[in-house]
């Protein structure tokens, strides 16, 4: 029986739970300390298989925060939740400023020192193609440091700018990974056919 | 509803000054499709980019008016790190480290560059096929398998969408036929209008370094010049440019190598007395990266190919021994 | 033909509309699901919006951590976000995710807690050295205390060998919803079984890691 509710939460987390049995699981955890703490560590598996170590929420900041919110409510009792396709009037307070504020004054830098130098030509010279070799590169080694992380990331930027649409996709979603360089392969993915 | 119509009326607007769409059903013309879609349709969405075990959730907002396009790659997850392109410039805001680097934009606007041109050329080095595919997203599918012929370049996997030929799902495919890298859409809206907020950087940039390129200098690199020898097959030097790289003092030389869909980029510069030197080989997803150091300078190359391509690549430039009889020049492409 | 599409169909319009048979195919995806609770917060079932900080607290944890590079405060600035996001939350019509928006939320809350404190910012250049660069910006090993670190890692850890003890049709059906975000369909095609199946396993393979968990959490 509270296997059932159990699955109901993993699939609840997995957006994969059908509408009509969501309302009654609300209310079940809602009163349930032991379910949100189930919750809790499926989302925290989620988690440390995406992102291992680093920060995390501690144990009781999902209290804390329910603490924080009943602390100001009972300061100032909220109006009767009229239907939502109404105007929501429920909110007392004003809305909270989310407009983005625009960007501080900027320093630009100049790190280019020009320099005359000569001008360079390239030469491509025809000659047969090379056979194909088959190369193990070395995996492992010293982790590149991050300055060698910021200009590999430089470098797929600049380089994403000449891709098709989908190589651009591929260049800058890597820039953007959080730590380029380094190998991480625990689990291989199984092929989705 | 209200906002769907007036998302329909813009998605109207957009269709009409959609380029002539490609006619027929070969896999040649949904690549084809597809490429248009990504350059001239308005998206909004969420993605999943997993490689390995790492998965990091990121945000694309793709704008395109008056024929040139805006876009914008957020990372939601981990570093906060994003990439926006405006019509004249490309920023990549690095809050981790505090510095925003920006290029000038360097397509020429024109939206359908650099398309994979199918043909002759393409199917020597790929093999193309198309299937239909389960439904994702609630929205039928066809599945594009691009198969490379040799172990030179990656293979891809795209489903696309019946309708508007996006790319749902995309994996990068090695050798062995495994996905090395998926992008895999969890949300995604087309043809809606997209605000101007939507393009903006959700970084504060106060106290960060802003890199920019200075003046197109010549950089200070080898006297006599640069030859490529040989490259892996089906691979071409399609340009050269001149480029700032942050961190290093001067401008560098970068050269392009295309096969007509996979690119691969090649920085020259000066050796290791500007910074530490690169590592020899790094991966990073689908792409990986190979240094190498000639003459002085440091040669890099950059690209989503299999590690042995870069590494052809990267070892296939060589200073032009000014003693020697010159090699003949290369006819410059297009010089961005 | 309407051009405009959606994927997936977007539920956050405050017009009535036919609910989708749910029997045969349930809410498409964590987006729909926290649409779904953010309308119950709404309506005033604070339980939803626990739920919503359950999910997104790591994540928003991690978040303002990293902008305010100084993680010790970031669990209290990260309570304030949420609670921001609370009382804002009548103004959210689900034209964008929900956990984009929480994430703006997050980042302006972060923000301006940077602001009122006035902190004078980085001079880059002239204040990291190369080796405090690599000390202060390690990815994921920003952490506050050595306490939180080893225990940070421990999760890690336990997490890794309960799945690597899990059977194998567990293992990559976990894999597949957490790493690759694959929905319970997708799955189900990618393993060549029913839904039902695929949703049965990742139940038992987080019920697997709660179980390792639990001991070290308590």
Known sequence: MTDQIREQMSALLDGELPRGEVDLLVRRMARDAELKRAFGNYVLAGESLRA?????????????????????????????????SSAPSRWRRPLAAT?????????????VRPDSGDSQQFAERSGAPATVPVVTLPVGGASPTPAQNQRLAGYLVTHGQYA????????WSNALATDPGIARVTYEPAEAR | MRRGLVAIGCALIALATLPARAAGDDADDWLQRMTESLASLNYDGLFTHSSGAQSETMRIVHRVENGRSMERLVSLDGSGREIVRTPEEVHFYMPDRRVVLVEPRSDDGSLLRALPSPGPKLEALYTLSLRKGTRLLGRDVRVLDIKPRDGYRYGYRLWLDEQTAMPLRSEVVNGDGKAIEAIHFTRLEVGNRIG???LEPAVDTAGFQWVRSGNRAEPRVAKGGWQVQRVPPGFRLVATRVQVV???????????????????????????????APPESATVGSANAF????????????????AATVRDIALSLAPIDVAASPAKPVSEPKNH | MMPMANFPPSDGSTEPHEPRDDAARPGSGVEQSDLELVRRVQRGE????DLLVLRYQHKVVKLVARLLRDPTEAED???????????????????????????????????NTMASRQRRPLDYEADLSESEQSAVESRMRHVDTPEAAALSEEIHSTVNSAIEALPEDLRTAIILREVEGLSYEEIAEAMDCPVGTVRSRIFRAREAIDRSLKPLLD
Request: hydrophobic share 50%; charged share 15%; no cysteine.
């Open chain 2, 246 to 276: 942050p961190g290093v003092p001067v401008p560098v030389h970068h050269l392009i190598f295309s096969d007509g869909f996979a690119s691969v980029s090649v920085f020259i510069e000066p050796g290791p007395a500007t910074g530490p």
């Open chain 1, 99 to 111: 407009a983005v504020a625009a960007s501080a004054a900027l320093a630009a830098v100049l790190l």
């Open chain 2, 291 to 306: 240094s190498t150091q000639v003459g002085g300078h440091v040669v890099t190359a950059v690209g989503e190919v299999p």
């Open chain 1, 164 to 171: 098709t649409p989908i190589g651009r996709r591929a260049a």
């Open chain 3, 77 to 111: 600035v990260a309570q304030e976000a949420f609670v921001k996001a609370y009382r804002a939350l009548g103004s959210f019509r689900g034209d964008s995710a929900f956990y984009t928006w929480l994430y703006r939320i997050a980042v302006n809350t972060a923000r």
């Open chain 2, 196 to 198: 101007p907020r939507e």
């Open chain 1, 52 to 84: 291992p170590g680093g920060v995390m929420a501690g144990k009781g900041f999902a209290a804390r925060v329910s603490a924080a919110i009943d602390a100001e409510e009972s300061a100032s009792p909220v109006a009767e939740q009229p239907a939502p």
């Open chain 3, 46 to 49: 604070r339980g939803a919006f």
